[in-house]
């Protein structure tokens, strides 16, 4: 698991960001600055998102509990081509064993996008609003975005029983909502 984090700050009437980068096993960072308009090419790099060739059309959103993820995380690693069979002899029918080993079959990475304004030091009174973006990347099978449940989420707010949804993204729809996450381009552009 990777932590990057990018901050996009006033500085004297100026957006300014710096990024910083983890790196596994090392407790070393690397930190820089870069222009605040390139912070969401940065992610997309960061992340992998690259334009595709063409987006299967004929996926469904993949609704199922938490435990279902799970058993599927944990049986798609052990024996992929026999994930599906035991999904369904755990009592999933066919409209979450099959996507479920699908898209965990095709998994690549997940990752995560969160926003929030930084706070005022002085201010003890609000709390900032945070907003993430969580993206499955499951390759051949393209991305999916977790829109289910709603972020943010802690542990204390999942259990097996929690549903969790997944709905098929373009690579143009998730830039848009990286776009609009960041809500770059007003802070670059004053």
């Given at each position: 698991m990777?932590?990057?984090?990018?901050?996009v700050?006033?500085?004297?009437g100026?957006?300014?960001?710096?990024v910083?980068?983890s790196?596994p096993?090392?407790?070393?960072?690397?930190?820089?600055s870069?222009?605040?308009?390139?912070v969401?090419?940065?992610i997309?790099l960061?992340v992998?998102?690259?334009?595709?060739?063409?987006?299967?059309?004929?996926?469904?959103?993949?609704?199922?509990?938490?435990?279902?993820f799970?058993?599927?995380?944990l049986?798609?690693a052990r024996d992929r081509?026999a994930a599906?069979?035991?999904?369904?002899?755990a009592?999933?029918?066919a409209d979450?064993?099959e996507p479920?080993a699908?898209?965990?079959?095709?998994?690549?990475?997940?990752?995560?996008a969160s926003a929030?304004?930084?706070?005022?030091?002085?201010?003890?009174?609000?709390?900032?609003e945070?907003?993430?973006?969580v993206v499955?990347?499951?390759?051949?099978d393209g991305?999916?975005?977790?829109v289910?449940?709603?972020e943010?989420?802690?542990?204390?707010d999942?259990d097996?029983?929690t549903?969790?949804?997944?709905?098929?993204?373009?690579?143009?729809q998730v830039?848009?909502a990286l776009?609009a996450l960041l809500?770059?381009g007003?802070?670059a552009?004053?």
């Amino acid at each position: 698991m990777l932590n990057h984090a990018v901050t996009v700050a006033d500085v004297a009437g100026r957006p300014v960001a710096w990024v910083r980068e983890s790196w596994p096993g090392e407790a070393l960072l690397t930190v820089y600055s870069i222009e605040p308009g390139l912070v969401v090419p940065w992610i997309a790099l960061t992340v992998g998102l690259r334009a595709a060739g063409a987006v299967r059309r004929d996926r469904a959103p993949v609704s199922a509990p938490l435990r279902a993820f799970e058993d599927a995380a944990l049986l798609v690693a052990r024996d992929r081509s026999a994930a599906e069979d035991e999904l369904r002899a755990a009592g999933f029918g066919a409209d979450v064993a099959e996507p479920l080993a699908q898209v965990l079959g095709a998994l690549r990475c997940t990752w995560r996008a969160s926003a929030a304004p930084i706070r005022d030091e002085h201010d003890e009174t609000t709390t900032p609003e945070v907003r993430s973006l969580v993206v499955l990347d499951a390759g051949s099978d393209g991305l999916w975005e977790r829109v289910a449940p709603a972020e943010p989420i802690g542990t204390d707010d999942l259990d097996p029983t929690t549903v969790l949804r997944l709905e098929p993204r373009t690579h143009g729809q998730v830039w848009r909502a990286l776009t609009a996450l960041l809500d770059i381009g007003s802070a670059a552009s004053s």
